[in-house]
Each structure stands twice: as C-alpha cells, then as structure tokens.
C-alpha cells in the first residue's frame, strides 16, 4: 500500500478509496464474498447508491491485496486500458518491468494479445488479490476495450477475483460470463434497519433518538459520504 500512496496525484485512479468514516456492511460482505469465489462479480446501480463505499470496506477487511482500478472515458481506447493496469502491477511489484504496450500491430490479434496481458499481469501479483474495477460504465459497452475485460475475468487466477462496478449491468460482451447471478444492485445496497440504526449511531452516538435511522431502514439509500470518507452532506459529483 505504501508504494501505492507513492503514486503521483495524476495516478489516483489507481488509489482505493479512504475508508475512515465509513460503517462496514456484513450482510453484503457475506453476498461478496460468495459471488467471488466464482473469481467475479458485479455491482451496479444509480450515482450516490453506496457502491464505492460498499466495495472499499469489504476489501480492507476481506484481507487480501487491494487493486483499484478508477474508469474513465478514456479506457474506451484499448491502449489505455492496457497502460494503466500495466502501471498499478508494478506499483504493487516494484522493480519488475513494463508489460507490453498495445501497439497497432497487436491490434489484429487482440484476443490473444489481453490474455497474454492479463495472464502476465496476474502472475505478477504475489498472494491473491482483490481487483476492482471502478465506474465500469464509463467504458463503451459497443468498445474493443470490452474485449479486454473479457480476458481479464478470464485469467482471474484461483483465489482471487476480479469486480466490477458501475452505473449499468454488465454489457452483452460480457453476458458468458454470468455476471448477473452474483450481483448487486442498487436496490440491494439500501440501508436495512440495523445499518441504518449503526450508520446514526456512528454519526451522532449521543443522539437522543434511533427512531429516523429505523425509519431510514424501511426505505432509504445509503448515506451520503463526504470526500474524506466521513459521513455528512455530499460533496463532489456522486459515484
């Protein structure tokens, strides 16, 4: 992790989320770590459902080495989803070398060329690793870049498990690999009575009442967080 912190500010797209602030979920733990036995899940749902948080809190306590991957539009392109993962792997393995660039010439055989990447990538990842890969929808679902994502649920070596995140379900592409039947959807991610009465308690453990938060349970979302992962008013766009 520290070699990760190390990471330039142009590279948090590589940093997992904080967690201080945020009230862990067992009940969902539970349902994560099933799904990723198979080696893979997905969770999915609308902007501010508590996906990153979810997912930030589980890996720091399913103690296995954590791998964030932050989407953006720009993973469309191939050759980006290739030079970033590149660049995380090393940042956990220092010292070993670049992985192959995706140059024009590999375009032809990009199948073959993702599973060598991913398979190369994996192996350099000592122990078994949690992979998330955040704000998935930001990747075209008509992309070649989806290509790469079906190598990478590919390779996933035992042990280990790749998941991704976003605001849709899993595209066509992706259908093989049932993402569907491991998932979590926003209307999953919703607060239940004890985690709504938890949340209250964390935020105002002096309070006078518990009655809101278990009014919040029958109905409501997951709790806004601040950027410093503490809860309150929402600040910045939504994830």
């Not at 191939?78 to 970033?84: F, Q, S």
């Not at 070993?96 to 192996?123: H, K, M, Q, V």
């Not at 997951?222 to 410093?228: F, K, L, N, S, V």
């Amino acid at each position: 992790m520290d070699d990760l912190r190390s990471l330039p500010a142009s590279l948090a797209k590589l940093l997992p989320p904080r967690t201080g602030g945020l009230v862990p979920r067992p009940r969902l733990f539970e349902r994560l770590d099933r799904a990723c036995a198979r080696g893979a899940s997905w969770v999915y749902g609308p902007g501010g459902c508590g996906k990153t948080s979810l997912l930030a809190t589980w890996i720091e306590a399913c103690g296995r080495a954590p791998l964030w991957y932050r989407a953006d539009e720009d993973d469309s392109d191939p050759a980006t989803l290739v030079h970033y993962p590149d660049r995380l792997a090393r940042a956990h393995a220092p010292g070993t070398p670049s992985l192959p660039a995706l140059t024009p010439e590999y375009l032809g055989g990009l199948d073959a060329f993702a599973r060598r990447f991913w398979r190369d990538l994996y192996a350099r990842l000592s122990g078994s690793f949690v992979l998330v890969v955040d704000d998935v929808h930001q990747i075209g679902r008509d992309s070649p870049a989806q290509r790469l994502l079906c190598a990478a649920l590919t390779e996933v070596p035992a042990g280990s498990a790749l998941v991704l995140c976003g605001r849709a379900a899993p595209s066509p592409a992706l259908a093989r690999f049932a993402l569907h039947e491991g998932a979590l959807t926003g209307e999953d991610l919703r607060l239940d009575a004890s985690e709504a009465v938890a949340l209250m308690e964390h935020i105002a453990p002096d309070g006078p009442s518990r009655e809101p938060a278990r009014a919040a349970g029958t109905g409501g979302g997951a709790a806004p967080r601040r950027r410093d992962g503490a809860p309150g008013r929402r600040s910045g766009p939504p994830r």
